[in-house]
């Protein structure tokens, strides 16, 4: 099952915050985010686990809230590196990772 | 070291005809993912390989669709008889072990064009 995404655009000014969403229809056992700038692959940006334990970079934050099956990436004070897609990648229970249809974001210098 | 490499990089082709798409996975490595993205999309599973463990086949698309990964470690996507909607970049991924708690690595990926 396929994880929702919101939104599904955002533009910033440099310096402003963002916040996406991402939210499951079943159970999460991990979240995992990915960003994905045009024309390269996706890169690894952070874990949550079940139970709280989070892998990533020091400075992206993210929530997981295991009961309403959902997590939020929060960008803080964005920087024009900061622009390109972000996925959400959700497990639940069988390892593999089904992905998002991405957030696109966008920041104005 | 190394990371994720795919080859070809591009691949044209006409209606109707067979290809391979090979993903060399990172050294070690017991996971390896198979994805599709078409323009402007997000990243559609494809398919999952863990160790020795059957492959989660569900998410492809159709019968035309098979993959498998020989010794652990290389894998290759076949396509039989393309379609123009198989146009995309397939996008091979792998992890050191489970994929719940490791991070993916992903590779160059290989643009697929159907003519």
Not at chain 2, 42 to 51: A, D, P, R, V
Request: charged residues 20%; neutral net charge.
């Amino acid at each position: 099952q396929q994880p929702v995404q919101s939104p599904q655009a955002v533009i910033l000014r440099e310096g402003e915050d963002a916040v996406i969403n991402c939210s499951s229809s079943k159970a999460l056992y991990s979240v995992h985010w990915y960003r994905q700038k045009h024309g390269e692959a996706p890169v690894f940006l952070m874990i949550l686990l079940k139970g709280g334990e989070q892998k990533g970079h020091e400075k992206i934050s993210a929530s997981f809230n295991e009961k309403k099956q959902q997590s939020s990436l929060y960008l803080t004070a964005s920087q024009l590196s900061y622009s390109g897609t972000y996925f959400c990648g959700t497990e639940t229970g069988d390892d593999k990772i089904i992905f998002g249809k991405g957030t696109r974001l966008h920041i104005l210098p | 070291g190394a990371g994720v490499s795919q080859s070809p990089s591009n691949k044209v082709t006409e209606k109707g005809k067979d290809v391979e798409l090979r993903c060399d996975p990172i050294s070690g490595h017991t996971a390896l993912y198979w994805y599709r993205q078409s323009l402007g999309q997000g990243l559609e599973f494809l398919i999952y390989f863990q160790g020795n463990s059957a492959p989660d086949k569900s998410g492809l698309p159709s019968d035309r669709f098979s993959a498998e990964r020989t010794g652990g470690s290389v894998s290759t996507l076949t396509i039989q008889r393309t379609q123009q909607e198989d146009s995309a970049v397939y996008l091979c991924a792998s992890s050191s072990t489970s994929g719940r708690a490791n991070e993916q690595f992903f590779g160059p990926g290989t643009r697929l064009t159907v003519l």
